[in-house]
């Protein structure tokens, strides 16, 4: 079994040491020397020329994570803007969409934050048809979609409690032969799969696989969309020359995030994006092979599911949220407990996500398996 690559070595020695073990990049990957001292770089340069001018210096280099951004969901720089996270993204274009408010088709595993967004503006939501996995069966949504001209496909390419990734490049087909905007919440996407196709737009989150700073998120959208956002602010109808996705980047923004953040997507095109998602599917299979053993636990994806995230279903009525905790307090292993209220309309009950970064080694595998053992019947509901 391959569990130490170079590609993991490197990884690993480009960030501080780990306490315990950290199998939690799903909810936030930890940052590498560079992209920390990028941030305090800033910081320190706002300190000594001014926090505007320091802005203009860091242009060039903004650009190039808006450029790798482009690269990495098959946009141009100039159709990418800063947030400060996914759901912020899908706010800032739900709020600027051209005809709303309107139905949105999304599937059922939709992210409840992202559901809420949908709801504060106005839009209602119509389930999209899916397998047993949560999997977009792609020509009953065709179906759908012809029969009932829904707003837009909003289309999450990899969920938060699940690691399946959904068919993008027939959905994008179809919503395209359909004429029908699809919206693609990449925020576990980018990094992990591929996300390079013809969508309306695409958002995501530095914190996750990309392994940026906390606090950023970014925003593509194609021109033709693009041209007819109606931003909130300022009100369209006041006359200024400012084109509609420059309007959603307007106000205060923390530019040492973004400079951090531009610089951790340039260290995952440097290592390369074939070869992260490429080690990334492995760390996943491994994984899973290495929880299947453990007594009282489910593993949800199939072994082979081409993501690093591993959910965990308890067999019996073990407690997820207290062996969350345990794991923490008493081996320092980082994972997530996702309850139903992170996906409504398809979790019934709490499950353990198990999401490594491509530095997973053996020894970690072989860590969460013996305390995952030791804990469960400890933590019987
Ligand atoms: C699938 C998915 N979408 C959206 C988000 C929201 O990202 P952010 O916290 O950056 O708004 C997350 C975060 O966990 C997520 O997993």
Known sequence: MTVDTALSQRWRSARPPVVGVHVDSAACSRQSFAVIEAATGHARREAEVGGYV??????ARLMAGRAAIGALTGMSPDDVVFTTGASHALDLLLASWPNRPGVIACLPGEFAPNLAVMA???????????????????????????AESPTLVHLTVVASHRGIVQPLHDMAALCREHGVPLVVDAAQG???????????????????WLAGPRGVGVLAVRPELAARLRPRIP?????????????????EANIAARVAFSLAVGEHMTCGPEQMRSRLAEVGRLTREAMSDVPGWRVVEPVGAPTAITTLAPTDGTDVARIRDELIARHSIVTTVAGPDRAPFELSRPVLRVSPHVDLSEQDLAAIADALGALTPLCAR
């Open 120 to 146: 504060a503006n106005g839009f209602e939501v119509r389930l999209l048809p899916v397998d047993g996995l949560g999997r977009a069966v792609v020509d009953d949504v065709a179906a759908l979609v012809a």
């Open 235 to 251: 009100p369209p109808d006041w006359t200024l020359d400012i084109p509609p996705l420059r309007r959603l980047e307007l106000g």
């Open 190 to 208: 980018l990094g992990q799969v591929d996300c390079v196709v013809d969508a309306d737009a695409t958002y995501g989150t530095s914190r996750k």
């Open 54 to 59: 320091a802005a203009q210096e860091a242009a």
